[in-house]
């Protein structure tokens, strides 16, 4: 079971850096991306997607270049 643990740290670390260039709470989505390892990449995308949408509005166009 050591790969197991392996998977969780290095998605751990993954889901740091991904939440801090998102700017979500990057030590909750550690924990979460240790914890749940790879599962957690659906709940983290509608997260940032949410996030997103409180800082725009929920009425505009997001134009992605």
Same mark, same amino acid.
């Given at each position: #079971?050591?790969?197991? &643990?392996?998977?969780?740290?290095?998605? %751990?670390?993954?889901?740091?850096?991904?939440?801090w260039?998102?700017?979500? /709470?990057? /030590?909750?989505?550690a924990? #979460?991306?240790? &914890?749940?390892?790879?599962? %957690?990449?659906?709940? #983290?995308?509608?997260?940032?997607?949410?996030?997103?949408?409180?800082?725009?509005?929920?009425?505009g166009?997001?134009? /992605? %270049?």
């Open positions: #079971m050591p790969w197991l &643990l392996v998977v969780s740290v290095i998605c %751990a670390c993954w889901f740091y850096v991904e939440a260039k998102g700017g979500i /709470r990057p /030590r909750y989505w924990l #979460m991306g240790f &914890l749940l390892g790879p599962l %957690a990449w659906p709940l #983290m995308s509608i997260q940032k997607r949410l996030w997103w949408r409180r800082v725009c509005g929920f009425g166009v997001i134009l /992605r %270049a």
